[in-house]
């Protein structure tokens, strides 16, 4: 019943891992992409009769997060010519491995978090995991990485796992709430995007471990 | 019983006459190794009988309080027994002749004293059924082989080890004090072992703290990480044969300890397993990176003790778990992938110590990367050491394979058995075996071919030879062995492992042989897959022989790319062999390199010097042991050198002490 | 344990065809460099006209040096004993099979790096250094799919697990067999982990390790390859075949064999269209495979 969405989540955790493993930056916009569109065909393997909700969330989703989000960071790392994350506070190794640690445990703790939340019993297997998968990657790469641009795409992911997350609780919460997430994460995208571009064009790098510089 | 008294006698006097035979080498060589031997043969001779007989039982009154002379060799203690008193018996052969190589520059009255009563105290640690025999035996054991390893005592290196060995050891005990005391407070307040075995009252709260102690304190002895940090310094710093029993059999008495507390403990919670499959997962992997990080052989060797007693700990720890769940496939498995491995690692262990000894007695040197083409001048201790390297590595068809093998069964039949989230134990165990295997490969191949291939890296490593027949014999029979152990697990398994298995796991011996049955079929298929290995090389060779026959078989140098003046030191080193996997794991081994990078045209000095120090000590103990010492320092008050205030102090304690002690009544 | 020895036909048509499978892989090179190409019986050749030659033996080298290639090759030629080929189940079928069949290629492999090592070249030392790494990556891999494999099939030996009859199929079959490509390319020293047409010090590998054999060493060498790459390859088109529905019992091996010869062409297309990773960044596409093996692991039903 859910073999799809399963497929599309696997998928998705696969994703995550690319994300963490590699250190280009044009790739892991590439799998941001990716991810948003897998995100985007999400809400459509939830229920057999699609709403116009579903269909709403998820031409949004497409947009936000296939189009609109990855250009604008591939037009920032073109304007601050960094094709790659160099010597990240964590390497790129160990956090694939946490990665994939976070993935164990969340299946581990995934029925016991449904029991908690008192889901319905043949809830897609996959989704928690997922979920809390991509989030955690999302966090690490914000928490780990360099290069602010990295940090971009960091939150970008982690919005996606927040998304999957939503996904389980969508015929309680309301479409506007979804989309208001949504729309803060791009303008969070926008900002720091902006931010990103004015660092780089005053200091010439975007290494945010060197913006205590910056302090008075 | 009485033949392993007479034994223990044997040995002890044979000791003591050694000591009074300082005077003249040989006459102590002879007395001491020769005491040795056959008190080691003796021993034996209960130790295989016990395996399959009812336990032979010894117990005499002794005037110590809470102490009798109580032994006891049942099927777990003949196993070790077998183990360690045959290890000791080759170990002496080889010593004999050895430690003669030291004749002149020491007297060897003192080796030989202090390496019969280590034989001693690791029997009857091994025997003995009373909880203070155990500890008075325990540390027999651990004074004799302090002894040994300060036996070049005039280097600073080498006293610093044993000062290291003697301060683990006792934080070790101290625990094992705390785990007796606490069995016997639940024993009628009895040490005997008889009384510990009819313990039922036993909370699981009480009987997690006595696990979890025992884990420290026989784990301290055995060498799990953390508490591993004076096994790498001590090991390498004795004589080689002591190091082969040290590291061979000495080590493993901290097995049989945590063996034997279980049997007193009743059925093992899930938690206790699951910490011996960490806790080896931890060693066993770690053991083997900082052993490929290191460039001393003998250093190398004692880390792969690590390993190994990691492996041995995720067999059991998977056994435990067997249990624990009600698994007897796998608990049975488990078990006997522990032990087996115990008495594997005792024999391929114990053969490349010796082999390492003879290299280190013919070229004065442990320093790998000062090696180099040995095997061309000592052809006997290259393919025994070869051998040593293949089984240590798990290797088809050589013993260490077999436990292995036995480990793997286990975890993978967890895999499928395991309820959700138990199974991670099981993967554990089976990512950690793989990645030992393929370090363990790197190591050995690095250690092998770095002192025995290629060409000698010293050029006064020219007039080296073979050792004489004693070491040999030790060797090549060891060597053997690495080859029979399968025939043995194959056709005496049963005997072997069924009564040792059945006193630590309680399960019914009928099931205990159901289950080893389902052995034999892999081992058949080893065997049959072996020989179809052996008669294709032949055939291999002899066609290669006809093909080579009447063409040009040329010599030449090594292909150097053109390059004209080559010499030996340009060869791979060991650390530039291990670096790449070094590198990988920098996090943990903290490898420090100091380099000097040449410069300009023409570079006049340039040199790189990497040492890999370990991180458990450098980076917890050292720090530990630095605020405990500034904190005893601020009592530097309390000490004036002046004996009469000293006395005060003993007379206000004792006082104290008194009033205390009115107090509670 | 149980025999099958109709399975020994497999066995020889391994020993026959596996060197046609690794004289594919130029060709398919050459296509797409726009050249002719070798003959696909190129190997065959080479084969012959190394056992034809005669030998030179570098001074420093020992026993190790001679005993080595032999050793490799049985103990790999061995191993096709224990493998279910083409559809059929393996001529011994046992109960743990499949560790005993990692391990021998683990026991080829140790006496590849000592035979390299006798040399005493750096060259040969750099090779080896580099396989020993990357056979260690490789085996949590290898060991972890095999795991999800076996635990699908609730079984302990091979021939049970790829003649099974509710084969894996779905995400966890194509993570499985991602990861299986990854070892395939691993094992055999293939791009992107290695190249095999050169022995320059970038890619001092395998190519490297063999530098100094010679003669009808290096004939054993170059089919101990060969049958190599026929056993990786075999091992993953039989999990990709599994799935198909039954077909008859010529239909099958048929089936298998054309998924390998596709697969060697596979290796041919990768080889020719990305480049060889950095050596420092190996390790991460090898844990990568650990972990996605990992994930159909916990992911398998």
Redesign the interface.
């Known amino acids: 019943m859910y073999?799809w969405m399963?497929?599309c989540l696997?998928?998705i955790?696969?994703l995550d891992?690319?994300i963490l493993?590699t250190s280009r930056l044009i790739a892991v916009i590439q799998a941001t992409i990716v991810q948003g569109m897998l995100l985007g065909i999400l809400p459509l393997t939830v229920h057999s009769q699609e709403t116009i909700h579903h269909w709403i969330l998820s031409i949004s989703v497409l947009l936000s997060n296939v189009f609109l989000m990855p250009y604008l960071a591939i037009l920032l790392i073109r304007k601050v010519e960094i094709r790659r994350e160099v010597e990240p506070f964590l390497e790129?190794?160990?956090s694939?491995?946490i990665?994939?640690a976070i993935?164990?445990i969340s299946?581990?703790i995934a029925?016991y978090s449904q029991k908690i939340l008192q889901l319905p019993q043949h809830f897609p297997?996959?989704l928690m995991p997922a979920a809390i998968t991509t989030a955690m990657s999302g966090f690490i790469i914000l928490a780990t990485r360099r290069k602010a641009v990295t940090q971009v795409l960091g939150y970008l992911v982690m919005e996606n796992g927040i998304y999957i997350w939503g996904l389980t609780l969508l015929d309680k919460m309301p479409l506007l709430v979804e989309l208001g997430v949504i729309l803060g994460i791009f303008m969070t995208v926008m900002v720091m995007a902006t931010v990103c571009y004015r660092v780089y064009l005053r200091l010439g790098h975007v290494n945010v471990d060197e913006l205590s510089n910056l302090k008075g | 019983m009485e033949i392993f008294l007479i034994a223990l006698f044997v040995l002890a006097v044979g000791g003591a006459t050694a000591l009074a035979c300082s005077f003249n080498a040989r006459l102590a060589s002879w007395m001491g190794a020769g005491s040795a031997v056959i008190g080691c043969t003796l021993g034996l001779i209960p130790a295989v009988r016990s395996l399959t007989t009812e336990p032979l039982t010894w117990h005499s009154a002794w005037p110590l309080p809470y102490c009798s002379f109580s032994l006891k060799i049942d099927a777990l203690a003949g196993f070790f027994l077998i183990v360690i008193l045959g290890l000791s018996l080759l170990g002496a052969l080889y010593g004999g002749e050895y430690l003669y190589g030291y004749a002149r520059q020491r007297k060897l009255g003192t080796p030989w004293l202090s390496f019969n009563f280590l034989i001693i105290g690791m029997a009857l640690t091994v025997a003995a059924d009373n909880g203070l025999l155990f500890l008075l035996a325990w540390e027999v054991m651990t004074l004799s082989s302090f002894l040994l390893v300060i036996f070049e005592h005039e280097q600073a290196e080498v006293r610093s080890a044993g000062l290291t060995y003697l301060i683990a050891a006792h934080i070790g005990v101290a625990f094992l004090i705390l785990v007796f005391l606490l069995l016997s407070e639940h024993a009628s307040g009895s040490m005997d072992f008889a009384y510990f075995l009819q313990i039922h009252d036993l909370q699981s709260k009480t009987a997690g703290i006595i696990f979890f102690f025992s884990i420290i304190g026989f784990g301290t002895k055995a060498g799990f990480m953390p508490f591993h940090v004076w096994l790498p310094d001590a090991h390498p710093a004795a004589p080689s044969h002591v190091s082969a029993i040290m590291s061979g059999v000495m080590i493993k008495t901290g097995i049989y300890g945590i063996l034997r507390i279980l049997t007193f403990l009743g059925p093992p919670p899930p938690w206790w397993g699951g910490l011996l499959v960490n806790v080896g997962v931890v060693s066993g992997v770690l053991g083997v990176w900082f052993a490929l990080a290191q460039h001393d052989l003998k250093r190398l060797l004692a880390y792969h003790s690590v390993e190994n007693i990691g492996i041995i700990a995720m067999g059991l720890g998977i056994g435990l778990l067997g249990i624990s769940y009600h698994l007897p496939t796998i608990a049975v498995l488990g078990l006997a992938g522990g032990l087996l491995h115990v008495m594997n690692h005792a024999i391929f262990k114990g053969l490349l110590f010796l082999g390492a000894g003879a290299v280190l007695q013919a070229t004065h040197t442990r320093e790998m990367d000062h090696l180099g083409g040995v095997g061309k001048k000592m052809p006997l201790t290259s393919v025994v050491f070869l051998i040593g390297a293949v089984a240590i590595c798990g290797l088809p068809p050589l013993n260490g394979f077999i436990s292995e093998f036995f480990i793997y069964w286990a975890s993978f039949l967890g895999t499928m058995q395991f309820a959700?989230?138990r199974i991670?134990f099981a993967l554990a165990i089976i990512v950690a075996l793989a990645l030992i295997g393929g370090l363990a490969v790197a190591c050995f191949s690095k250690a092998f071919s770095i002192v025995f291939l290629g060409e000698p890296r010293n050029q006064e490593h020219q007039h080296i030879h073979d050792p004489g027949v004693a070491m040999t014999i030790a060797m090549v029979f060891l060597a053997a062995m690495c080859f029979l152990v399968s025939i043995l697990v194959l056709y005496c398994g049963l005997p072997l492992l069924g009564q040792t298995i059945h006193i630590v796991s309680k399960l019914e011996l009928q099931q205990i042989e159901y289950q080893l049955a389902a052995i034999v079929p892999p081992l058949k298929g080893l065997f049959l897959i072996s020989s179809v290995v052996l008669l294709s090389t032949t055939f291999l060779m002899l066609w290669r022989k006809y093909l080579l026959n009447k063409r040009q078989v040329g010599k030449a140098v090594t292909w150097d790319c053109g390059y004209l003046a080559p010499n030996a030191r340009m060869q791979y080193t060991s650390s530039s062999y291990a670096q790449p996997l070094v590198d990988?794991n920098c996090?943990i081994l903290r490898t420090r390199k100091d380099v000097q990078k040449p410069d300009g045209y023409f570079p006049q000095t340039a040199r790189f010097l990497s040492h890999t120090l370990d991180t458990a000590m450098q980076k917890l103990y050292r720090p530990m042991f630095e605020v405990i010492a500034r904190l005893f320092n601020k009592l530097m008050w309390l000490q004036h050198g002046y004996l009469h205030i000293y006395m005060l102090y003993l007379v206000i304690t004792l006082l104290s002490l008194f009033v205390f002690y009115l107090g509670i009544k | 344990m149980t025999w099958h020895w109709s399975s020994l036909s497999v066995v020889l048509a391994a020993l026959l065809l596996s060197p046609l499978l690794l004289g594919i892989i130029p060709r398919v090179k050459a296509w797409f460099a726009g050249r002719q190409g070798q003959p696909l019986f190129q190997v065959y050749y080479d084969l012959a006209k190394l056992l034809g030659k005669g030998a030179v033996y570098s001074t420093t080298t020992t026993w190790v040096f001679r005993l080595g290639p032999l050793l490799s090759l049985s103990t790999i030629a061995a191993s096709l004993l224990l493998l279910p080929m083409l559809e059929f189940p393996a001529t011994l079928q046992f109960s743990g099979d499949f560790l005993l069949f990692v391990y021998l290629f683990a026991m080829a492999r140790f006496f590849a790096i000592l035979t390299a090592m006798d040399t005493g070249s750096s060259f040969e030392g750099m090779g080896a250094s580099r396989e020993a790494i990357f056979a260690t990556l490789t085996e949590p891999a290898l060991f972890l799919s095999l795991a999800t494999l076996l635990k699908h099939n609730g079984t302990m030996s091979l021939s049970e697990v790829f003649l099974s009859a509710a084969p894996l199929t779905?995400?966890t079959m194509i993570?499985i067999a991602f990861v299986l490509l990854i070892v395939l390319l691993a094992e055999n020293c293939r791009v992107p982990v290695d190249d095999p047409t050169t022995h320059l010090e970038l890619t001092m590998i395998h190519e490297v390790m063999v530098l100094d054999n010679s003669g009808p060493d290096l004939a054993f060498i170059t089919y101990t390859a060969s049958l190599k790459l026929w056993i990786t390859s075999n091992i993953l088109a039989q999990l990709l075949v599994a799935p198909f529905p039954e077909h008859g019992a010529l239909l099958r091996p048929l089936l298998a064999f054309t998924t390998m010869v596709l697969l060697a062409m596979l290796v041919g297309v990768i080889e020719s269209t990305i480049a060889r990773l950095r050596l420092i960044y190996v390790?991460?596409l090898l844990?990568?495979a650990s972990?996605?093996a990992?994930?159909g692991f916990?992911?398998a039903r």
Do not use: C, H, N
């Open positions: 073999e399963d497929t696997v998928a955790l696969v891992l690319y493993g790129f190794t160990p694939l491995m990665g994939m993935a164990f299946f581990w029925p297997r996959m | 959700d989230s991670i990988l996090y | 779905g995400t993570l390790p991460k844990v990568g972990m996605l990992l994930l916990t992911i």
